[in-house]
């Protein structure tokens, strides 16, 4: 049996099977295209991923020719798969709910499937489309790349989204793919992830007269191979571009105290968790004092001082005996609240990023306002906690979020800062709401929360992205994750890993110049799903 009999047996093994099997499949294709994520960057098994997917729901005469059970069929195909991807990719977030495994602990299975389940259903429906829809060739899988990928921005967005592992991330495995991100933006890599990984084996199985193997996959190789040396081509001569910048770049101090998640909002820590700030704010990398000399900036982590800073005046003074006069400012996450005692809620709580001057005042906050759901708040809060329930963050009423757009932050001898609280770092064309554009984005974020799993490195994986959609630096504190500095074409240039503390000393690097993501977001993708949908029509128009 030759190669191209062989692929033509799994695709008709795919499209025939049933019942218990058929789930199974394509649930295991879709646990394995986790593997294309970070940490593991493995995007070559989505070349044998994809296509089982694309075959479950191909068929020679289309849907339109058959009945409902053809559309509750594709509906399973696509949820299975989905579920698979997202169980696979999203289990660490269980890892929450053993934190207070007394309280939270019998959340836990629900939390690690409800999810999945739920984000799969985004699949599900993007595959009923496509079963559509479907045609033998090119046209087909560009009208399946179009509407795959409509369905990733719109998991992006609907109820407050949820765009973690977006499908165009499996095309920024390298410093030099990466740099694609800044032309058309996540989504719009969604699109090529979707035709470059299905198209060298599903064409090749459809390739009815190919007398060699070269013919019969010599087209689908092309489609893929092409846009990936093209775009390998483009980040490496963006990255070999050298850096032209007179200034003397600022330095900044990042703290990582690693506190474990448990002890951190215990009342009799309090006291131990500010000073251990305190104190790793005073020592360089190395762990000597150096009094923070050529400094203009320190950053902790989200929420570092487990109580509400700006109620405690001897904290305050704390950080202003901290901080030499004339030197740094500091940045920190903070908790928050405003009364006005007026309404059933007199006050509400932010979660919020504080900058405190060497005075001890605060001089600017930024209030986060993409709250993290059953972390940060409950919906239908008052209903949900009126039976029991509360979010895991355990703050009767929930947070508020800030005023939109976010403001830009000012602070003397630094570029204009976009602070970004946890995880708002993922939300692509999200991060600049202002009319000015910042020259530093500064993620402050806790994924102590998670454990030593893929999560925090799939977190700091697309903060990296956000780096190169702007062409803007991130700084990135975490209380326990990975914290890091990044560069504007996502290049970490100092990091501290999962368990460490310590504190990374570093330049700011400087802003580049903005690409095209950062000045027309997402209307790229729109172009480009356009774009896919002509060349569709014409090849359908045009194909014997």
């Not at 030197?327 to 059933?344: A, I, K």
């Amino acid at each position: 049996m030759t190669i191209l009999e062989r692929l033509k047996t799994v695709r008709e093994r795919v499209r025939t099977a049933s019942g218990w099997r058929r789930a199974a499949v394509l649930l295991l294709a879709g646990m394995i295209s986790v593997l294309a994520f970070a940490p593991f960057l493995a995007w070559p098994v989505l070349f044998l991923t994809f296509p089982v997917l694309y075959w479950s729901l191909s068929s020679q005469q289309g849907v339109h020719a058959a009945g409902w059970g053809d559309v509750v069929r594709a509906f399973q195909d696509g949820w299975w798969f989905g579920f698979g991807f997202f169980f696979a990719g999203l289990f660490w977030i269980g890892e929450a709910f053993l934190v207070e495994a007394e309280v939270f602990g019998w959340l836990l299975p629900f939390a690690v499937t409800l999810l999945p389940a739920g984000l799969a259903l985004f699949f599900a429906v993007a595959a009923v489309l496509s079963r559509k829809f479907w045609r033998p060739g090119v046209s087909g899988l560009l009208v399946a790349a179009v509407i795959f990928a409509s369905a990733e921005w719109l998991r992006g967005h609907i109820l407050t989204g949820f765009p973690w592992n977006v499908l165009g991330y499996a095309l920024t495995a390298t410093d030099a793919q990466m740099q694609s991100a800044g032309l058309i933006g996540i989504y719009g890599l969604s699109l090529w992830a979707v035709l470059i990984f299905s198209a060298p084996l599903v064409l090749a199985s459809e390739a009815a007269d190919s007398d060699t193997v070269l013919s019969a996959f010599g087209p689908g190789l092309a489609l893929a191979g092409i846009p990936i040396v093209l775009s390998a081509i483009y980040g490496w001569m963006t990255l070999s571009k050298p850096e032209v910048d007179g200034r003397a770049a600022p330095r900044v101090r990042i703290v990582q105290p690693s506190i474990p998640q448990r002890e951190k909002w215990m009342p009799d820590k309090q006291g131990e968790i500010f000073r251990l700030h305190l104190d790793l704010t005073r020592r360089n990398a190395a762990g000597d004092e150096d009094g923070m000399d050529g400094l203009a900036l320190v950053v902790w982590p989200e929420a570092a001082m487990p109580f509400r800073p700006l109620e405690h005046p001897e904290a305050l003074t704390a950080i202003a005996d901290l901080l030499p006069d004339g030197g740094p400012v500091l940045l920190s996450g903070g908790l928050r609240v405003e009364r006005d005692g007026s309404g059933p809620n007199p006050s509400k709580a932010f979660n919020s990023l504080l900058a405190i001057d060497p005075d001890g005042r605060p001089v600017a906050v930024y209030d986060k306002i993409h709250l993290v759901p059953f972390g940060e708040y409950l919906p239908m809060q008052s209903i949900l906690e009126a039976v029991g329930l509360q979010q895991l963050t355990r703050l009767r009423g929930g947070f508020a979020a800030g005023p939109i757009p976010r403001p830009i932050i000012h602070l003397p001898g630094l570029p204009p800062i976009s602070g970004l609280i946890c995880y708002e770092a993922i939300f692509p064309a999200a991060v600049v709401q202002d009319q000015e554009r910042p020259g530093l984005i500064v993620n402050v974020t806790n994924d102590g929360w998670f454990g030593n799993t893929t999560g925090p490195r799939q977190h700091l994986f697309q903060a990296r992205v956000r780096a190169v959609e702007e062409g803007v630096p991130v700084i990135r504190a975490a209380n326990n994750g990975i914290s890091a500095m990044i560069d504007a074409n996502g290049r970490v240039t100092g990091m501290l890993g999962l368990n460490v503390r310590g504190v990374i000393d570093a330049e700011i690097p400087a802003a580049a110049a903005p690409p095209p993501y950062a000045r027309w977001g997402d209307t790229l993708f729109v172009l480009n799903a356009v774009l896919f949908l002509l060349a569709a029509a014409w090849l359908h128009r045009n194909q014997p």
